[in-house]
């Protein structure tokens, strides 16, 4: 097999690039790592901070939706709070 970066030949079950050091690990950054991001907010950011130099595309994906995740619960927070004034300016 060749190396994705330097294109040098390397074994086939090469994880690192011994030439130029490039990770040879295919980084799909599927829909799933957003979705775990979005479901569990802290793992979707570990995972960023572990994945960011390693898997780009993956981190990215967790990152996401962990921001969506906080992104939502503020909304839904604001939303909670201009209700409950709402309520009380009406007295209902």
Do not use: R
């Not at 030949?9 to 775990?36: M, R, T, Y």
């Not at 921001?67 to 309520?87: C, E």
């Amino acid at each position: 097999m060749n190396c994705k970066n330097c294109g040098q030949e390397i074994d086939n079950k090469a994880v690192i690039c011994p030439h130029c050091g490039v990770s040879q690990a295919v980084d799909s950054g599927g829909f799933g790592w957003s979705l775990l991001g979005c479901c569990i907010p802290l793992a979707g950011l570990i995972l960023f901070l572990i994945w960011k130099d390693t898997k780009p595309k993956s981190a990215k994906a967790a990152g996401i939706g962990a921001l969506v995740s906080v992104g939502l619960v503020i909304v839904f927070y604001v939303l909670i709070f201009a209700l409950g004034i709402g309520a009380s300016l009406y007295g209902v």
